[in-house]
């Protein structure tokens, strides 16, 4: 299959328990939560979404023809260095293009690999670090993993999510149209149930992509 990204640049990882880690990011264009339609934007189905995920016009974006080519487009945005390279599968919805070709081709580049998902696909096996970020009105495929991060507030419940085996569970406040109060919603809340832990975008607040 072709690989349609919209973006893959090297930045560091800004939310979660990974935040600070240097990475690489793979975004994939498309989303199954949006509709595709032309009168819609990214971002109708989720209104709290900021991430432009149409196209393959984006820095270092393209269409790649296979698994091999775009493992080695994504290995040359790592800069020269011993530390082994740490790659995060993004999109939009990653899952709707990720296969075991790719990330077998990824792990033979080195990678530790990463994918942060919406948790409505089945995900191919392989992946180092599992992030399922569950949006409202959509059934969970995904109920295991590492770290369940769930924007704050958007109308879900964290304690339906608490039964769920993931090791660590994080709120994440969603920056429109009022992020301090979010911020301090979330906050609230982690401190009463302290399971939650709170992950802020550590690459907005130091103005960073």
Not at 38 to 60: E, H, I, L, Q, R
Not at 140 to 147: K, V
Not at 183 to 209: F, N, T
């Amino acid at each position: 299959m072709a690989y349609r990204v919209k973006e893959a640049f090297y930045s560091i990882q800004g939310e979660g328990l990974q935040a600070g880690r240097p990475a690489v990011f793979c975004r994939f264009s498309g989303c199954n939560l949006w509709s595709g339609k032309a009168a819609d934007k990214p971002g109708s189905a989720c209104p709290f979404c900021d991430t432009d995920f149409v196209g393959t016009d984006g820095k270092g974006g393209g269409v790649f023809d296979t698994a091999a080519s775009l493992a080695d487009h994504l290995i040359s945005c790592w800069p020269k260095s011993e530390e082994a390279p740490y790659l995060v599968f993004t999109g939009g919805e990653p899952s709707l293009q990720l296969d075991a070709p790719l990330l077998t081709a990824c792990k033979t580049a080195g990678f530790t690999l990463a994918v942060e998902t919406n948790g409505t696909r089945a995900l191919p096996e392989e992946l180092d670090w599992v992030t399922v970020s569950p949006k409202p009105g959509q059934s969970l495929t995904i109920i295991q993993g590492d770290e369940l991060k769930l924007l704050y507030p958007i109308g879900l419940d964290p304690a339906d999510f608490e039964n769920l085996d993931f090791r660590y569970f994080f709120l994440q406040p969603v920056d429109i149209p009022d992020g301090s109060v979010h911020i301090r919603q979330a906050l609230d809340y982690c401190l009463r149930h302290p399971r939650w832990r709170l992950s802020l975008q550590l690459h907005k607040l130091i103005g960073v992509r």
